[in-house]
């Protein structure tokens, strides 16, 4: 995790694997993937009703009411934080494992990356499940079969 310090690296080794992905052919390319094996998304109204209740509650003051986020989330702002990104499946939450998600929430932005603050004492293990569903609940299906096919592989 050290090299993610470097911003650059970071971007360097990312593109790196997605070219690697795109070259055998099952790149997440959203608008034309498509993962039979992909589950369908949470649809439990109880869930769906509680995570978006948390969203609105605690998320939505940065992260935008539509979980669109900042605009310039890809920016550093002055101090070299970068601003909250979408969570609607156009950033690059779809990226990350449902344990790093949950990581991010439990603990926060890391020191110089963001301003996300920790809500390990704040909300409970259900609360942030559910808000992570819900945010789910807004991708379009290939972005969410594109995180679903990644997590199978990760695995």
Same mark, same amino acid.
């Given at each position: 995790?050290?090299?993610? =310090?470097?911003?650059?690296?970071?971007? @360097?080794?990312f593109? +790196?694997?997605? +070219?690697?992905?795109?070259?055998?052919?099952?790149?997440?390319?959203?608008?034309?993937?498509?993962?039979? %094996?992909?589950?369908?998304?949470? #649809? $439990? /109204?109880?869930? @769906?009703?509680?995570?978006k209740?948390?969203? #609105?509650?605690?998320?939505? &003051?940065?992260?935008?009411?539509?979980?669109?986020? /900042?605009?310039?989330?890809? !920016? #550093? $702002? /002055? $101090?070299?934080?970068?601003?909250?990104?979408? @969570?609607?499946? &156009?950033?690059?939450?779809?990226?990350? %494992? #449902?344990?790093? @998600?949950? %990581?991010?929430i439990?603990?926060? %932005?890391? !020191?110089?990356?963001?301003?996300?603050?920790?809500?390990?004492? =704040?909300?409970? *293990?259900? *609360?942030?499940?559910?808000?992570?569903?819900?945010?789910?609940?807004?991708?379009? =299906?290939?972005?969410? $079969?594109?995180?679903? *096919?990644? !997590?199978?592989?990760?695995?």
């Amino acid at each position: 995790m050290k090299f993610l =310090k470097n911003s650059t690296l970071f971007r @360097l080794v990312f593109v +790196l694997m997605l +070219l690697l992905l795109l070259a055998c052919g099952e790149g997440p390319e959203v608008g034309s993937m498509a993962v039979p %094996s992909a589950p369908p998304q949470q #649809t $439990d /109204a109880v869930q @769906l009703t509680l995570g978006k209740q948390i969203f #609105t509650t605690h998320c939505a &003051s940065c992260h935008g009411t539509q979980a669109q986020g /900042a605009a310039n989330w890809r !920016q #550093t $702002d /002055a $101090d070299g934080n970068y601003p909250p990104p979408p @969570l609607d499946g &156009s950033g690059h939450a779809w990226h990350h %494992s #449902t344990e790093v @998600l949950i %990581s991010m929430i439990h603990e926060g %932005s890391p !020191q110089g990356k963001g301003n996300m603050p920790a809500w390990e004492n =704040k909300l409970s *293990e259900e *609360e942030i499940n559910a808000v992570i569903i819900w945010f789910q609940s807004i991708w379009p =299906k290939p972005v969410y $079969d594109a995180w679903f *096919e990644m !997590q199978q592989r990760g695995r």
